[in-house]
């Protein structure tokens, strides 16, 4: 939900700031970058996660097995960790338990799996 609100936010910004280095550069004068909502920091956030994504299925194609566990660690590490202090990485890490399976992730995206051939 807070991705898919960062999502949200920039959608209405562009309808009122075009160019993207109108956006960075209003947030730049207005001292705003690092601040929570900001619309830079969401841009940050938003490309973070679809990075997270695009690692995560590239993992995925080259992991054997039906866990998720490995992929997701390793997508993790290379995009988010970096930017992680030592106690979401540790949660993080013992949340990696509980993500459903490959077979399982297919099914909620609707794939059969031949995608991952």
Known sequence: MDYVAKVRDLADVWKSVVPLEALLERDIEQNNVRKAGSHSRNLLRVKRGLDMVKVLFEQILVTEGNSLRDPASKAYAQVFAPHHGWAIRKAVDAGMYTLPTKAQLLNKLN???????
């Open 111 to 117: 794939e059969d799996g031949e995608c991952l051939l």
